[in-house]
């Protein structure tokens, strides 16, 4: 015996399907584009919470580059060097973070200092015209000797992240390890790289481990910021206690973006790099998230609190959930933009 309602709902599937007998197919309703670009918008909000706010901003609200930047002209900061920005904007203190990692950046860029039981592993470099104050100057503050780099990890070939490799390879002899087709832009564009163009050295693949002493750092290939972008997932030690780190390489939508073809494509390049990037903080249970800007995490902050932190939890540690929701505001804001690429498409 039928319920009434489900007679209802059979009687009006039957009257809607011979209401119109001369239509031969179906015409499916309209897909609601602004509706799934809102809801992508919301559930990227949603994940970023209170935690995530500089990140959400930088690719959910604010306006992104559009075109494939393919010039190669010595940046101005090399030719002029007065022309580089006034120190007073971009130098920050160093700071030890965890009780084997260590801030070398700046207020706005990021640098990390892993200490091993033989010798550094470099997260990052900055720009040329303050790699060596705020990387070698911050390290000697510090207490640790620069000569100690063994290997350089650059997440991307943008002048802000590889601006002291060249500097880092010929004064230290440290190994250079950047993903291939990062490799290849700086090959491509001797000027655009002039004084940031390491030898080419290491070229990472996905899986790769770069262990030094009593330390390993697996990368990820998570391509889509640039072709060759890397992240890392890594332990640290708080207070003896060890805790897992998901490095994120690359953040902003600077590829090109600003047409269907191929910024579908590249956004859904850079998504699955997200989701690969989620599975393997999940996989390595990382608590904490860390980026190349302190706009990402908030580093310069967090430093801050890590000198009044007392006994209070470590203020870089979001959990598990935390790291997973930084990925998810990743992939929602990318997804948006997708829909917005996909609404041009449509009929
Ligand atoms: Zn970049």
New binding site residues.
């Given amino acids: 015996m039928k319920s009434p309602a489900i007679r209802i709902a059979t009687a009006l599937i039957l009257a809607a399907g011979i209401a119109a007998p001369g239509v031969v197919a179906q015409q499916k309703p309209a897909r609601d584009f602004d509706k799934e670009i809102r809801a992508a918008v919301e559930s990227a909000k949603t994940a970023a919470g209170f935690d995530f706010l500089g990140t959400l901003a930088r690719i959910c609200l604010l306006p992104q580059s559009g075109g494939e930047n393919t010039n190669d002209t010595v940046p101005d900061y090399i030719t002029k060097p007065a022309s580089a920005p006034a120190r007073d904007t971009w130098y920050a203190d160093p700071a030890k973070v965890f009780d084997n990692l260590y801030f070398v950046g700046g207020n706005i860029h990021s640098s990390w200092a892993l200490t091993t039981s033989q010798g550094i592993i470099l997260f990052d470099t900055i720009f040329p015209y303050n790699s060596e104050e705020l990387i070698i100057g911050g390290m000697k503050r510090l207490g640790l000797n620069p000569g100690d780099i063994k290997y350089v990890l650059i997440s991307?070939a943008?002048s802000?992240?590889i601006g002291g490799a060249e500097m880092i390879q010929k004064q230290y002899g440290a190994r250079i390890v950047m993903g291939g087709p990062d490799w290849q832009s700086v090959e491509r564009y001797p000027n655009r790289y002039k004084t940031m163009a390491p030898k080419r050295d290491i070229v990472a693949t996905d899986g790769m481990k770069i262990t030094l002493g009593d330390t390993t750092v697996t990368i990820w290939e998570t391509p889509g910021?640039?072709p060759g972008t890397l992240s890392y997932t890594f332990a640290v030690r708080d207070q003896g206690r060890p805790v897992n780190v998901a490095y994120s390489g690359?953040t902003?939508f600077?590829f090109v973006n600003n047409t269907p073809n191929p910024g579908i494509q590249n956004f859904q390049t850079y998504i699955n790099s997200q989701r690969h990037m989620a599975e393997q903080a999940a996989a390595t249970r990382a608590t904490v998230i860390l980026s190349n800007h302190s706009e990402f995490d908030n580093a310069v902050n967090k430093n801050r609190m890590i000198a009044g932190r007392g006994n209070g939890p470590h203020p870089y540690e979001v959990g598990a959930e935390g790291v997973q929701r930084y990925f998810q505001v990743m992939q929602g804001c990318a997804r948006a933009a997708q829909l917005k690429l996909e609404q041009q498409l449509a009929p």
């Fill in positions: 991307h943008h802000d992240h910021h640039t690359g902003a600077n």
